[in-house]
């Protein structure tokens, strides 16, 4: 298996200058080429927080122990329910849900605390595990957690890779999961479609039905299943989670 990397290039003839022999002339002096692997760009910077998400253990989503700072994190299901069945796995392959928390302030345009300060990470995961738990038609012992706290100047890139590339159908097809309840003047607007099929919180009782009801939204879920309810390869193989950046000539 080459996991992606494909076979360095020749060493350069003496007096040939960089770019030359290449396919598609030569290179600008001044930028670094495209096939040339920058760790510090930014999407690889967001890679390599993604890469040490997926190497953390997971946790059940019940029993999130104390912890502080902001970062990222992937929900997992491993239950009965029918909907689901594609991704349900005590491996842990696909995640049903992904986000980030970003450190207090940041929203708002205030003071931000620092990454490291508050606990505001572990507060979104137990908020995410009483929605769970609220749900009538999921159980809460069905779900894990992997969770890093990371610096927030990484963990946009982090979460965008993550629904870019494994695309959670909770993120994908099902939004409202992480919605705060809405204000008084939105709260006539239609049910969030998360809790559309999934009834049970309080808040989203009060708001109207969505045309076409739960039925038409899970038919969504399966065929976005059909193509992302299992775990995507590369090219190479590898999972596209733990695909390396090409390195060489492309």
């Not at 239950?79 to 207090?104: F, H, Q, W």
């Not at 009060?206 to 590369?234: F, I, N, W």
């Amino acid at each position: 298996m080459t996991c992606g990397l494909k076979k360095p290039a020749a060493p350069r003839k003496k007096g040939e200058k960089m770019g030359e022999g290449i396919s598609g002339g030569g290179v600008d002096p001044t930028s670094t080429p495209g096939w040339v692997y920058d760790p510090l760009k930014r999407e690889n910077l967001g890679r390599s927080v993604l890469w040490a998400l997926v190497a953390s253990n997971p946790v059940p989503l019940g029993a999130i122990p104390p912890f502080p700072g902001c970062g990222i994190y992937a929900l997992y299901y491993t239950g009965g329910n029918e909907l689901y069945e594609s991704i349900s796995s005590l491996e842990l392959r696909v995640p049903i849900y992904v986000g980030k928390a970003d450190p207090s302030g940041s929203r708002k345009g205030g003071e931000v605390h620092r990454a490291w300060e508050g606990f505001r990470l572990r507060d979104r995961l137990n908020k995410h595990a009483r929605t769970i738990e609220a749900a009538e038609n999921l159980d809460l012992k069905d779900f894990q957690a992997r969770y890093l706290p990371a610096d927030d100047l990484f963990t946009p890139m982090a979460e965008r890779l993550m629904i870019s590339e494994l695309k959670p159908v909770w993120n994908m097809i099902l939004e409202g999961f992480g919605v705060n309840p809405p204000g008084k003047k939105r709260i006539e607007g239609l049910r969030p479609k998360w809790h559309q099929i999934h009834p049970g919180v309080s808040w989203a009782e009060g708001m109207p039905e969505r045309p076409g009801g739960a039925a038409e939204l899970e038919e969504e879920v399966r065929l976005h299943l059909k193509t992302y309810g299992q775990e995507r390869e590369s090219a190479s193989g590898v999972p596209m989670n733990l695909v390396p950046p090409r390195i060489g000539p492309q």
